[in-house]
Structure formats: structure tokens, C-alpha cells
């Protein structure tokens, strides 16, 4: 969280009309975020931005974490790791997208996008969104989380068979992991919103 905060200090104090290299990366990065929010919500998505590219970010910047070779410096307590190769970390920001599309679920559309009244049609239905709701954040803790932590174990596996060149094919391809499953919790994050927000055709 240090690190982002220090690099979006650093990429909006000088903020000019005609931008320079460090504007324009990080206004294409927030045009991109916008281009997804568009396509995937609608009219409505731009609002939610700021919670889809928070997590983008952290998600990506905590996975790459696990590539550097902090591995190498051990600890009493263990080694360095990526935060996301921590069930209670993805699982605490799953919590927050369920509360978040929740809330705004239920701003757009009143309790009728959890309610759907009391015939039995209406109870199946409300049963099916609940364990719905229950099971998408389940889901995306565990996708991230078990993606990260094999992936630590396998350079650490591959670490310790041959030190020199042969982890270094295998932490490219986590890099590769780090970006897909950082968009996957992004798009899922959108996906589940424009549900909340948006009637169903």
C-alpha cells in the first residue's frame, strides 16, 4: 500500500495540460479501468472505478511482491511472501466487493434485488441469490489465493532443485499469473456490480 501511495503522489503532483511520460502512463492506465467500467456496467460503471482499480492495483502490486527475491532472506518467523498467497487477505477483499455490490444493489434497485417476495417461487429465488452472494466472494478468494501460493511454491520447489536458470521460465510465467489473476478479480469485481446495478433483459 506504501509503495502505491508513494507512486500516485508522485504521478499527480505535477499535473499539467500538456502531460509528460508519467502522466500520460498513469492517465492510460485510468482511461483503461474506465474502458472496462464502460463496457462491462454501462452508463453507471465510471462511479465504481475507484474500488475496481484500488484492488486492480494492490492485487497486482501484492502478487508481484511474491516474484522479487525476498525468499532468499529467511526469517524466524518464515520467509517474505506475496500478501495475496494468504487466504484471509483475498478472502477480506472478496468481503469487501460482497458488502460493495451489495449496497449498491440495493440503492439501484430497493430490497427487491435480494427479496423476491413471499410465494414459494419468490423464496426459491431469494434462497438462490443468497447462496449466490455467499459463493461469489468464496470464489474469488480461493481463485486468487490457491493461483498465488502454488505458484510461490513452485519457484520454491524449482528454487531448490536448481538455483541458476531454471526458476527464471517459471517466475516469468508468474509474472504472466500475477497480471490474468489481478484482471480476473477487476472483471469479476465489475461483472458482479453491473448485476447489482443494472435490470436484468
Do not use: W
Not at 503522489?9 to 495540460?17: G, P
Not at 479501468?33 to 454501462?42: E, I, L, N, R, S
Not at 517474505?80 to 449498491?104: G, H, Q, R
Request: charged share 10%; hydrophobic share 60%.
Amino acid at each position: 500500500m506504501l509503495f502505491l501511495i508513494v507512486v500516485a503522489f508522485v504521478a499527480t503532483r505535477k499535473l499539467a495540460l500538456v502531460p509528460g511520460k508519467a502522466q500520460v502512463a498513469c492517465e492510460a492506465v485510468i482511461n483503461m479501468f474506465y474502458g472496462f467500467a464502460d463496457t462491462m456496467v454501462g452508463e453507471k460503471g465510471r462511479a465504481h472505478v475507484p474500488l475496481a482499480a484500488s484492488l486492480f492495483l494492490f492485487i497486482l502490486t501484492a502478487n508481484l511482491s511474491g516474484q522479487l527475491p525476498l525468499r532468499l532472506f529467511h526469517l524466524k518467523e518464515g520467509e517474505f511472501a506475496s500478501p495475496t498467497n494468504d487466504i484471509n487477505m483475498t478472502a477480506a477483499m472478496a468481503i469487501i466487493v460482497l458488502i460493495y455490490y451489495i449496497v449498491v444493489g440495493i440503492k439501484a434497485k430497493g430490497f427487491r434485488f435480494i427479496y423476491h417476495g413471499l410465494s414459494f417461487n419468490g423464496i426459491i429465488l431469494t434462497l438462490v441469490d443468497l447462496l449466490e452472494m455467499i459463493t461469489r466472494p468464496l470464489s474469488l478468494a480461493i481463485r486468487l489465493y490457491a493461483n498465488i501460493l502454488a505458484g510461490e511454491i513452485l519457484v520454491t520447489i524449482v528454487l531448490g532443485a536448481c538455483a541458476y536458470a531454471a526458476p527464471i521460465p517459471v517466475m516469468l510465467f508468474e509474472i504472466l499469473v500475477a497480471f490474468i489473476q489481478a484482471v480476473v478479480f477487476m472483471m469479476l469485481t465489475f461483472s458482479y456490480i453491473s448485476s447489482s446495478v443494472n435490470d436484468e433483459h
